[in-house]
């Protein structure tokens, strides 16, 4: 049966659980774990962070287990928060221009890309810099878990990666810029171009001679080379890890993205590498 264990836990002293109304609860699930992290907008500063690792996932449902034991052992869930934002984690989206969105369209255009799965259910995030609707569901089972939740509001994670990749494009005035997110067994690639989206993709993989291989045909297809790409590297990997040593054969340029410095970090946070939860704290992004 699948199981969970705590990886991470921080707070800042002047966290105190009296005060979650003044906090937003910022919340990232898939099938590898759940992290959140507690941000106070009366300072604009992130002053939490929790992580968990889950044990024998390999589908959706079998997230269910552990997620549920996560829930029932933490009290700080059961209070009352200003905005509390779960942000899904699967392969399962697809961009649709504004001018052609519908709200009461989202299962026709979720299955343009993918097939019907039963306990779907279709949601949708605007993503302000593209003027687009990020479209793409969750298992109905996962939505009925968070249902006793006050203010709860849904996204999924390639929103915040897609607005922070354009958002730093305009803040730098860059031409051209690819960002890579890692995780466990799946990455994603988004290309700006002239600070507008030129692609975004991912892909499952289970070796980094596989990662590596999707990595250079998405940069064939988009006509750059690993001489000439600068690649933006986030997510679970490191300079210790196969996928970096392998990444580093092939691509000339590679740095690890900074948190984004519009908020502030409590000290606390100098114990965790920022760019491992990239998707989580650009979460505001999307506010």
């Known amino acids: 049966m699948a199981s969970q264990q705590k990886q991470t836990s921080f707070f ?21 774990g759940l992290s959140y992290t507690i941000f106070n907008t009366q300072t604009n500063t992130y002053i939490g962070f929790e992580s968990f690792l889950f044990n024998d996932v390999y589908n959706d449902y079998s997230i269910l287990n552990p997620l549920n034991q996560v829930i029932e052992q ?11 934002v779960v942000s ?3 392969n399962r989206s697809t961009l649709i221009p504004k001018p052609l969105y519908k709200a009461d369209e989202l299962k026709k255009y979720h299955l343009f890309n993918f097939a019907e799965q039963e306990e779907d259910v279709y949601l949708s995030d605007f993503v302000l810099n593209l003027s687009a609707y990020n479209i793409y569901s969750i298992p109905d089972f ?9 203010q709860i509001t849904f996204r999924h994670f390639s929103t915040a990666l897609i607005e922070a990749s354009i958002l730093h494009a305009k803040k730098t005035n860059a031409l051209s810029l690819i ?3 890692v995780l466990p067994q799946s990455f994603q690639i988004i290309s700006v171009k002239n600070q507008t989206l030129e692609l975004y993709n991912s892909f499952n993989y289970q070796t980094s001679e596989d990662f590596i291989y999707y990595l250079l ?52 946070f100098e114990q965790t590498q920022k760019h491992y939860h990239y998707a989580l704290f650009n979460q505001y992004l999307c506010e």
């Open 12 to 32: 800042d002293k002047s966290f105190s659980d009296a005060n979650t109304s003044d906090y937003h609860l910022f919340l990232q699930l898939s099938k590898s």
């Open 88 to 90: 899904y984690v699967n």
């Open 217 to 268: 045909f998405v940069l064939n297809q988009i006509n750059t080379t690993g001489n000439e790409v600068s690649i933006r590297l986030t997510g679970e990997v490191d300079k210790n890890s196969a996928i970096y040593d392998m990444l580093y054969k092939y691509i000339q340029t590679i740095e690890f993205c900074e948190t984004p410095n519009e908020l502030k970090y409590s000290y606390v």
């Open 142 to 150: 996962i939505v009925d878990a968070f249902k006793n939740f006050e």
């Open 179 to 181: 960002n890579v997110h």
């Open 74 to 84: 933490t009290p700080l869930f059961k209070k009352s928060f200003n905005k509390f």
